[in-house]
């Protein structure tokens, strides 16, 4: 089967994580559905990583 494309909003690190995941395993829908899922949350713990350091040196 092949890898089914990632989604379009994920960033270039979640799409390549997506590939790999997917040749890796046989992912049914809802396995698909969760990826996606720890793919967006990986984005944005990537994207407010720097507001956290920032708020963690100024406490």
């Known amino acids: 089967m092949a890898t089914p494309r990632p989604p379009i909003h994920l960033s270039r690190t979640a799409k390549a994580w997506w590939r790999q995941v997917h040749d ?5 829908e809802h396995h698909r559905h969760l990826l996606r ?12 990583a720097p507001r956290w350091q920032i708020m963690a040196m100024s406490s």
């Open 24 to 28: 890796g395993y046989d992912l049914d």
């Open 37 to 48: 899922l720890a793919c967006e949350s990986m984005d944005e713990v990537r994207k407010l």
